[in-house]
Structure formats: C-alpha cells, structure tokens
C-alpha cells in the first residue's frame, strides 16, 4: 500500500524512489509491527482481562505453573494483526508469494483462535478436536503445496536442496514436493505451538529463525546473489523479507509482554500461525532443511513428545520426566527462566549454523 504511493510520489519527489529498496522496507515493516504491538499490546491484555479469557493450567504439570493459572492467553491475535496490517503497508501486494505466505498464516490463525476459543470460552479443555484441527490444517498446506508446484517456472524451484553441499540436490516429483510441503508446513507450525509452554520460550526462537529466513527470501529473490552462492533464484522471492521483518518485530513486541512472569500467553491462535508461516516462506525459498537446522529447538520438543508417547505405549515407561522437553528440564530441577534463556542460546547457535549454510557449500 505505502509501496505504491511512494512510487507515485517520487514521481514529483525523488527521495520516495528510496522505498522501493526492500531491505528499508524490511527495517521499516519491523518497526511498525513493534510499534503496532506495543500500541494495542496493553488494550488487548486488559480486554483479555475483562472478559476472563485467562489459560487453564494442567494439573500434572510442575507445581510452579498453577500460579498461571487465568493469564490472559489467545494473545498471538495481536501478534497476527501486527503482522498482516505492517504486510499490507510495505510489502508489495503485487506479490503471490507474499499472499500466499499471510493467507496461510491467517489461516492457521483461525483454526488455533477457534481451539482457543472453544477452551478458555465455552470452557471445553478440549478445544477443537485433534482431528478437526488436523484435517483443517491438512487441507490448508495441501492447496499451498499444489499452488506453489503449479507455479514453479523451473525444476530448481521445486528441488530438495542439501545445505553444505553446492551440487547435491534432488528433483522432487508432484507428490514428493507436495508431500514435504505437507509436512514442512503441518510439522512446523504444531512444533512451534508444542513449544509455547514457557514464558518466553517460542517467540523468541521464532524471531531468530524468521529473521534469518528474511535473509535467505532476500538472497533467494536476488539473481546475482543467488547465483554467487549456488542457491536457486526464486523471483519474487526477495519481498518475502519484508513479511519475515514483521514476524521479527511483531514476536519481539509480543515478547514484551510475554517475558517471565507472562502478562499474556499466545494461545493456539499464535502459535499454530506462527509455525505455518516459518514452514510456508522456507518452502517458497527452497530452504526447508535449513529451516530444520535452525527451527532445531522446535524439532527437539517434538521428538520429546513422540518418543516419550511411542515408549509409554511400546513398553509402558517414560524416557522423559514429562513432555515436551522444556518440561523434563523444569522437573529436573532447572527454573523456568534457566530453560527459556539456554534453548535460546540453542536457537541462536543453531540460527547461525544455518546460516552458514549460505556460503558453505
């Protein structure tokens, strides 16, 4: 939106030319997503109040949660209206990639709302069925998949790249790409939302991986740099950096408000998107085994719980005190600030492996 107008006015007034520059309106979208957060930020915590939308705490959890109890949770709503008003405003809306990546974001958003909605609202612990909530996000990355398959314009669009490695990748047939689309996306997003269970402890991750994905959207859509680096040149590629930039922004606004002790919890409605929208820019910008390298925080809580579902079940113990994993650490002793800043420091390790990947091949 703002896109267009300055380009109309530097037609009379050359210094406008300066936003067609998408690393400036990189800076500037996440500027205006913190700005947006901390403007409505407290107006949506004391809403969230009044109307006693406040997180049910599990029972079995540690001990040191239950003070939790009745925190305003489904605060990721601010996060996404962060993130889709700043998108409107500097990306360019002539963009697919940038439509599909807030569509899909949004998208998820409306099944954790409704999830969330359903648990702290009609009071169901259940929420939105496992089922439902599977079967909606499935059809969602599906239609992504087969969008993004159909418009690729060249092999390389669609080929598993191998990080560390310049020759090595691997043509991707329709129901292969479609089905790792699939999983990328799905995988990533309930990864994100098994994680959000500390103060602090998602979004922050997520702000690291997101702006590190903003940096390989840019490279990606550069047809110079792509090619000095060996990574395949996505046009159009480039304006997802903008979208990451108010992912980054927005999530450290909402970090502010969500630092222990948590004025507010993200909820599902959060979560859910935020994971979606990490998977569909690292499909789009053919970095999905990167995305796995830095999102390794996201990775390890899932592994947690898989496995400690699969030996419960197998042979009828736990490997871990309980899961997901930030859990086990808490019962072992650590408190909750010790956990959120050490798988930060994992995260921000790992963000920079991944990004090494740019070069090291």
């Not at 939106?1 to 067609?20: D, E, G, R, T």
């Not at 993200?266 to 970095?287: F, K």
């Not at 809580?301 to 030996?311: H, R």
Request: net charge positive; with cysteine.
């Amino acid at each position: 939106m703002l896109l267009k107008f300055s380009q109309w006015l530097s037609q009379y007034i050359h210094l406008f030319s300066v936003f067609n520059y998408i690393t400036l309106r990189a800076v500037l979208a996440a500027i205006t997503a913190l700005f947006i957060s901390f403007l409505v930020g407290p107006l949506m915590i004391r809403k969230l109040t009044a109307y006693k939308i406040g997180q049910a705490v599990r029972d079995d959890g540690p001990q040191t949660h239950l003070i939790k109890a009745g925190t305003p949770t489904m605060g990721g709503a601010l996060i996404l209206i962060s993130i889709a008003i700043t998108t409107l405003l500097w990306a360019d809306l002539s963009n697919k990639y940038v439509w599909v990546a807030l569509i899909t974001t949004l998208s998820y958003g409306a099944i954790g709302w409704l999830d969330d909605y359903r648990k702290v609202v009609h009071r169901n612990p259940k929420g939105l069925s496992a089922k439902a909530k599977m079967f909606w996000q499935s059809i969602i990355a599906l239609v992504v998949a087969a969008y993004l398959w159909q418009d690729a314009s060249l092999p390389a669009h669609t080929d598993l790249i191998m990080p560390f490695f310049k020759h090595l990748v691997f043509p991707l047939a329709a129901s292969s790409f479609i089905l790792l689309t699939y999983l990328v996306i799905v995988g990533t997003s309930n990864a994100v939302n098994l994680t959000d269970g500390l103060d602090g402890l998602a979004i922050m991750p997520t702000v690291m991986v997101s702006s590190a994905l903003a940096i390989f959207a840019y490279v990606a859509g550069h047809a110079v740099f792509a090619k000095y680096l060996g990574i395949p040149h996505i046009p159009g590629a480039s304006e997802l950096a903008v979208f990451c930039s108010a992912i980054a922004g927005a999530g450290l606004a909402f970090l502010w408000f969500n630092a222990y002790p948590a004025e507010v919890f993200m909820g599902d409605v959060g979560a859910l998107a935020l994971g979606a929208a990490l998977g569909t820019v690292a499909v789009i910008v053919r970095q999905e085994i990167v995305l796995l390298i830095m999102g390794g925080v996201f990775v390890l809580e899932t592994l947690s719980v898989i496995i400690q579902v699969t030996s419960f079940k197998l042979t009828g113990k736990r490997i871990f005190r309980m899961a997901p994993l930030h859990h086990h650490y808490e019962l072992k002793g650590w408190k909750e600030n010790q956990v959120v800043v050490r798988f930060w420091i994992i995260s921000m390790v790992l963000v920079l492996i991944g990004l090494t990947t740019l070069k090291l091949r």
